[in-house]
């Protein structure tokens, strides 16, 4: 099977070869291509120049054996939409001009012409599917709208997003509102992304797993379901990953979504218990990555047995429980998908 032939029969429940495999931040700072391009251009230009988004997300295509491009963007495309002031500094991280910190701050979001704002992420997968005229499967993406009010409220990264927590429990209808006014916009710009090329989209809640089994329910799953419920009207695949959230397995399906990527601390078998019929994505550990290649093998030839032993691969793909560290070595990357495509 071609490349993008298999990454679609993944996606539709269709026999499979072997499983497909990409990776989450398979375009970044551990390629070298990728870092040339960084010298001349400022994270924000790169991602408002379509010729070099896709530059960075064919790098890792040529290099391994991978079925899926995504698109090079970043989660905070939305926020900086709305008018927030979206800033990444050198070794910094991102960093939020304007916080939520109450109701005048929510009032003051640029709602009008906000999707059109971001039109330049649709322009960079219509520009990659052109590049890659079919051979790869294309992927879309997004946070999930609790991740994107954790840093607008805290105003930039952090470790446990305390401003956010306290948010849902001290002003729970300000939260409620930053949430579904996050999640509508969030609809819109995913099916663009859609309407440009993209083969599925997943959402990415990087700090959803902070939470409890009850507030996600209470106040995730409804966002969640106002961007899922339009899109899979659609016919859109739509995929939700929840960094830490192993605990929230149980709700996830609440979602409304085609599958679920795996952090790397939940197992497999039960999710596949849970969800028979659900995609699933992962969820080797990215720290295997910074082990050695004989490590990486290992595990990996050890999860595609399991799919194949589970689902005989179909509703199946391999990917990483989070994120290429960027200290990760390319060559390892080649062990990992060497491996993949060994089973085809």
């Not at 099977?1 to 996606?11: G, I, S, V, Y």
């Not at 530059?55 to 295509?61: C, K, W, Y």
């Given at each position: ?11 539709n429940g ?26 001349g ?13 896709t ?8 290099l ?39 109701p ?17 992420v ?23 709208p609790?991740t ?97 959230g ?99």
């Open positions: 099977m071609q490349a993008r032939e298999r990454f679609l029969a993944a996606l269709s026999p499979v070869d072997r499983p497909p495999v990409w990776l989450m931040r398979q375009a970044g700072r551990y390629l070298p291509d990728y870092r040339e391009v960084r010298k251009a400022a994270f924000w230009e790169l991602c408002h120049s379509p010729e070099l988004t530059r960075v997300a064919q790098e890792p295509l040529r391994f054996k991978l079925d899926a491009a995504i698109v090079f963007s970043d989660i905070l495309v939305v926020p900086e939409a709305l008018g927030l002031g979206v800033t990444f500094g050198a070794g910094e991280g991102p960093q939020i001009a304007r916080r939520l910190e109450g005048a701050d929510l009032a003051a979001w640029k709602l009008d012409g906000a999707v059109q704002r971001l039109d330049f649709s322009q960079a997968v219509r520009h990659l599917k052109g590049a890659l005229a079919g051979s790869h499967g294309i992927l879309g993406f997004a946070g999930a609790f994107l009010l954790a840093y607008c409220t805290e105003g930039g990264g952090s470790d446990d997003f305390l401003k956010a927590r306290v948010m849902l429990h001290q002003q729970s209808a300000l939260a409620e509102r930053a949430l579904a006014t996050l999640a509508d916009v969030t609809a819109e710009y995913l099916e663009q992304q859609c309407q440009a090329g993209a083969d599925v989209v997943q959402l990415f809640d990087t700090w959803g797993g902070l939470l409890d089994r009850e507030d996600y329910m209470r106040f995730c799953i409804p966002a969640i379901r106002r961007i899922t419920e339009p899109l899979r009207a659609k016919g859109r695949k739509v995929l939700l990953f929840v960094r830490g192993q605990h929230l397995l149980p709700i996830l399906g609440e979602a409304n979504v085609d599958g679920f990527s795996l952090d790397w601390r939940a197992d497999w078998d039960e999710a596949r218990t849970r969800y028979p019929r659900h995609i699933l994505q992962g969820n080797l550990d990215p720290a295997l990555l910074l082990a050695g290649e004989a490590p990486v093998r290992a595990a990996t030839g050890a999860l595609v047995r399991k799919m194949r032993q589970v689902d005989h691969g179909t509703r199946c793909i391999v990917n990483l429980g989070h994120g290429i560290h960027k200290d990760t070595p390319p060559a390892t990357v080649a062990a990992l998908c060497d491996e993949v495509a060994s089973h085809g």
